[in-house]
Every structure is written in structure tokens, then in C-alpha cells.
T-cell receptor, first 112, second 108 residues
Framework: DSGVTQTPKHLITATGQRVTLRCSPR?????VYWYQQSLDQGLQFLIQ???????AKGNILERFSAQQFPDLHSELNLSSLELGDSALYFC???????????FGDGTRLSIL | KNEVEQSPQNLTAQEGEFITINCSYS?????LHWLQQHPGGGIVSLFM???GKKKHGRLIATINIQEKHSSLHITASHPRDSAVYIC??????????FGKGTKLSVKP
């Protein structure tokens, strides 16, 4: 058990809809990272937050947004969903700005 | 050309064999990570390196910053080592760039 909790584990929705994925980092970790893993693209870094502030940004679409709350949990919002957004979304956390990351079990998003 | 290249893509070994997975990168980095992804999808961080060598049990990771190359070695491989091993580098802007992974299958 990594100590990182992601909910929900599975999500099935339709094109055009909006969903929110939630991540609770390991106790004491200040950084939260979001990743997308699709069959054709592999693992891609989306965004990192550190202590509530955006720290680094990767290949995150404009339809996607994220935030980290004062209690350090984070949410990834995906809107105007397209079939290509079907993927595994992972959250990870680390103590500092950079360092060993602990991964959650992922949220499997299926767009019908 | 991908910024992070792993080889081989697929690897089949017999139990007990010494295994090496390679990772080459073309960008400046502040750190390199080795990750293990199990068939069920879960990801475990194995190592984070910025120089030299690290060892954890039967796993050894090395990095050569000048040559922009890292290797992951598994000694005395076991079927439970079967997984996808992923190399990721942390760029100067803090972003992470992943290799496509090496699928390892260890036969008993």
C-alpha cells in the first residue's frame, strides 16, 4: 500500500461529459503529480502541484484542469470528454518538490 | 526520435538469469526514475538517481550522466519480477518524460 488514495477506481461516462478524479497524497507529502496512461501514448506527465501551487506542467489539455486544496488533496477535472480521453489516470505524491514518488492505484476512465 | 529510449522493448528470461534493461535520454535532466508496473496496472517507484549507483535487494540501478544512459539490473531473476519496467527523466522544467517501457517475462 503506497498510502496514496485515488477515487473512483473506475469511471464510465459518455462523450461531452465532465468528470472529477480525486487524489489524497501520502501523509506528509506536499507534492501531487497527475499522469495519463493510454494504450497508444504510454505514460504522460500532466501536472504537478506543490503545497497548493502549480509547480510543473506537462502535456495537459486545455479541457483538463487540476488543483490542490489546503488539506493537500488534489482533483483533476476533465471536461468535454472525447473517446481519446479513455485512459488510466495515476496520481503520485512525494515529500518535496522532487523526489521519490509514490503512486496510487489509478482511475480507469472509459468514454463510451 | 523519442527523448527517452528504452531497450529492449520485450525481454524473456529464465528464472535465475541476470537481466539488464537500458535507458538512453537526449535531454538535460535533474533526475532519472525507474518504475515497475505490474500486470494489474499498479506502479511502484524503484529508484530515483541523479548520479552513480543504487542497490535495493536484487535490483541495481546505475546512471552515467556524461553518456546520458542508465541501466537497471536484476540479479537472480524470479517469475515475480515479471512486469513492465519504465524509465522516466525529470527535465529542467520539472516535467517528467517517460520511456515506452520494457516488458519483462521471467519463466520458471
Amino acid at each position: 500500500d503506497s498510502g496514496v488514495t485515488q477515487t473512483p477506481k473506475h469511471l464510465i461516462t459518455a462523450t461531452g461529459q465532465r468528470v472529477t478524479l480525486r487524489c489524497s497524497p501520502r501523509s506528509g507529502d506536499l507534492s501531487v503529480y497527475w499522469y495519463q496512461q493510454s494504450l497508444d501514448q504510454g505514460l504522460q506527465f500532466l501536472i504537478q502541484y506543490y503545497n497548493g501551487e502549480e509547480r510543473a506542467k506537462g502535456n495537459i489539455l486545455e479541457r483538463f484542469s487540476a488543483q490542490q486544496f489546503p488539506d493537500l488533496h488534489s482533483e483533476l477535472n476533465l471536461s468535454s470528454l472525447e473517446l481519446g480521453d479513455s485512459a488510466l489516470y495515476f496520481c503520485a505524491s512525494s515529500v518535496g518538490v522532487s523526489g521519490a514518488q509514490h503512486f496510487g492505484d489509478g482511475t480507469r476512465l472509459s468514454i463510451l | 526520435k523519442n527523448e527517452v529510449e528504452q531497450s529492449p522493448q520485450n525481454l524473456t528470461a529464465q528464472e535465475g538469469e541476470f537481466i539488464t534493461i537500458n535507458c538512453s535520454y537526449s535531454v538535460g535532466i535533474s533526475a532519472l526514475h525507474w518504475l515497475q508496473q505490474h500486470p494489474g496496472g499498479g506502479i511502484v517507484s524503484l529508484f530515483m538517481l541523479s548520479s552513480g549507483k543504487k542497490k535495493h535487494g536484487r535490483l541495481i540501478a546505475t546512471i552515467n550522466i556524461q553518456e546520458k544512459h542508465s541501466s537497471l539490473h536484476i540479479t537472480a531473476s524470479h517469475p515475480r519480477d515479471s512486469a513492465v519496467y519504465i524509465c522516466a527523466v525529470r527535465g529542467s522544467q520539472g516535467n517528467l518524460i517517460f520511456g515506452k517501457g520494457t516488458k519483462l517475462s521471467v519463466k520458471p
